[in-house]
């Protein structure tokens, strides 16, 4: 993984003289830094702006992929004419047209148990949230005091990961952040391969920006494509990083800018 700005000449290039971009754009510390809480993750209007430009460019079709539900992503992007990616990919919105991964019953159970008995084990935990997004849940501790976090994470691993390794579900683990999803075969990398055949042009540049594990597959899923990680990870399967959320607007604002010359 490079640094973007040492290969800026020949990335900017391709991205110039491509046809067709897809711009698949992660939500939470990447379009925004990370917040304290879910909650307080708002997009800045100077984002939204650009983001609205972008979606007005003949030759750019920009996605915002999160592991939020795709209604709540969707009102606090507040660009129409974007595509949206909900919960790890199994949600999905278009202008007009609403799709989701079929997602058993049984799964949907499962999750609903667990997330009651994850919430009655963290409940004496301060600063620990348990946040119910319907096909998975989360279990954020941003804000749990530095030394209950080893607490915190043993509770986790002895009570809930057993009943997790003998569900239908799986475990993906993010920056302060413990995500219990369905075991299926479909995660953020699905959803933009999809999406590319979606765009039904012959040629599609995709680019794909994230800045978490949960972004891994991602990370390798487009062929012949771009990929960015905000911040510097060992081991990431990104070509590039840039340093942070700051950096990576300055990259959207160029490409709404001198993509539309």
């Known amino acids: 993984m490079e640094q973007l700005r040492s290969q800026w000449p020949q990335v900017a290039a391709e991205i110039v003289s491509s046809s067709h971009t897809l711009l698949l754009l992660d939500y939470d510390g990447t379009l925004m830094r990370i917040a304290p809480t879910p909650g307080q993750a708002t997009l800045p209007g100077s984002t939204r702006s650009v983001l609205r ?17 795709i209604n709540e992503l969707r009102r606090r992007v507040g660009v129409r004419n974007l595509i949206y990616i909900g919960n790890h990919g199994w949600e999905m919105w278009q202008v007009g047209r609403q799709t989701k991964v079929i997602v058993p019953r049984s799964f949907q159970e499962t999750v609903a148990h ?9 409940a004496d935990i301060p600063g620990v949230l348990v946040e119910d997004k319907g096909l998975s849940v989360s279990l ?4 749990v005091p530095t030394e209950l976090e080893r607490h915190l994470i043993g509770r986790f691993a002895c009570e809930i990961l057993p009943l997790v390794r003998s569900s239908e579900l799986t475990v993906l683990y993010g920056r302060k952040v413990i995500e219990l999803c369905p075991r299926l075969n479909w995660i953020k990398g699905h959803a933009a391969l999809w999406l590319m055949k979606e ?3 012959r040629s ?4 794909y920006i994230g800045d978490d594990h949960a972004d891994g597959g ?3 899923a487009p062929p012949d494509g771009i990929t960015i990680r905000v911040g510097a990870h060992v081991g990431s399967k990104a070509h ?9 607007i300055a990259f959207l604002r160029w490409m709404a800018t001198t993509c539309s010359t």
Do not use: C, N, W
């Open 240 to 248: 590039y990083y840039v340093r942070d959320v700051k950096d990576m």
């Open 218 to 220: 991602a990370f390798g």
């Open 114 to 122: 667990i997330r009651s008995q994850l919430a009655s084990v963290v």
């Open 199 to 201: 765009i039904h042009r």
């Open 53 to 69: 430009a972008l979606s007005h460019h003949p030759r750019i079709t920009v996605a915002v992929i999160s592991e939020r539900p």
């Open 140 to 143: 954020h501790y941003r804000l």
């Open 204 to 207: 599609v540049l995709p680019i």
